[in-house]
RNA sequence: CAAGUAAAUCGCCUUAUCGCUCUGCAUGAAAGUGUAGGGAGGAAAGUCCGAACACCAAAGUGCAACAUAGUGGUUAAUGGCCACCGGUCGUGAGAUUAGGAAAAGUGCAACAGAAAGCAAGUACAGGUUAAGCUGUAGUGAAAUCAGGUAAACUCUAUGUGGUGCAAUGUCAUGUAUACCAACGUUUGAGGGCUGCACGUUCGAUUGUUGGAGGGUAGACAGCUAAAGUGUAUUGGUAACAAUGCAUUCAGAUAAAUGAUAAGGGUCACGCCUUGGCGCGAUACAGAAUUCGGCUUAUAGAUUUACUUGUAAA
RNA sequence: GACUCGGUAGCUCAGCUGGUAGAGCAUAACACUUUUAAUGUUAGGGUCCUGGGUUCGAGCCCCAGCCGGGUCA
């Protein structure tokens, strides 16, 4: 797997976002929370991701595109390192749930917490 | 030199690594891969005006409603902009201004005051047969003249059909013209997107409201070459216009235009001291059909013209 | 994207066509009571969301902005 987020490991269809918070679990890592659902895709890829943050705590759309494009970045770059060996198809929806503007380390470290913590979470079931 | 006024411009840069999106070309059955190039703003924001464009009864008539309000010009158009006149503010450069009509009518004016209409008349002085008959004072934003007030109703002039790219067209997928209640309906219900009326047209597999539900919410076009941008000349006080030359400059859709590292620039502060070191800051803000304006936010930097004060020549 | 309603005391709201801003609850003091609660009396508390304009005078009229609700596929 390569550090590339094309298009078709983006999370973009409505109906499948949708039912992704209405039946989906989640396991989160403060500021971060991640919604995961095991479900089948017809383009062949295993994983669709898509990030989002809460217009109700940040107003400004520059702050909000500078945090989605911090979680796709640290997404993109971590990846590999966990869904290498990945199996199941799952569509993922990460969240920022944090009220202050991060920077990249925090978001990093947390990135990896909240991807190992889905990964043993998933094995456990 | 200090303080200020107006107008205009810019608003971080370089390198490396890893990415995102669009377009062309090559390759491939396809997914993709390779390669070349493009990729946020002066406000992209607010949605306050004006248009383009699209659809909606022949885009009908009247009323209502709304907007604008000195004069002239400008423009595709405007409630924008420019020039001039008048008012207000400022020593000044300048700023600001919804600035028509009170002899068409209706209304309003707290407190004070005799009185802010339709009825009266305070104090002092004068004056007369008599009398608010005359003058002054006092109250108040305004006091005998009928005035003020129209960002009070109103009148006058001018203008406005409605809805908006979630418009609209094509394709795909799926379904329920079902059920319950009330009211109405070939004696014309109801629809043709308007607040009302009229007119016109369609019109019987029946309409409206409420309840309880079913289905879709994908793709393509619209979608970016245009009242375009840059520059020069000419006309005009100016807004602006004309002509020549050059140029092609985002098109996403849970929504791209980025992340990290290093170095530099600019500004403020501190230290030594006159160019180094340290530390901090580097704004407001992110296209969503497209243009012309307006309004609001904005660290800092630059240029031009002018005013006032002080000093020197 | 298109519309629409509101902002007044610590809280919930009045204030309708302009003339000194009120009510209830809450707060404080006093009285009553052995004390508290309840009750009674009194007091304090307001940039009427912000900035301009019209007016002699704006919570109210006009313009611009800020904030918070709601509706429409």
Known sequence: MKFTFGKKDKLKSQKLIERLFLEGK?????????????????????????????????????????????????????????????????????LYIGKDKPDYDTVNTKMKTVLSSFLEKISRD
């Open 26 to 94: 989640s396991v989160s890592a403060y500021p971060l929370r991640l919604v995961y659902l095991q479900t089948n895709f017809d383009d062949g890829s295993t994983l669709k991701t898509g990030v989002s943050v809460s217009k109700r705590n940040f107003k400004s759309a520059v702050h909000r595109n500078r945090i989605k494009r911090l979680l796709r970045e640290s997404y993109r770059l971590n990846k590999r390192l966990y869904f290498n060996n990945i199996t199941t198809s799952y569509a993922l929806m990460i």
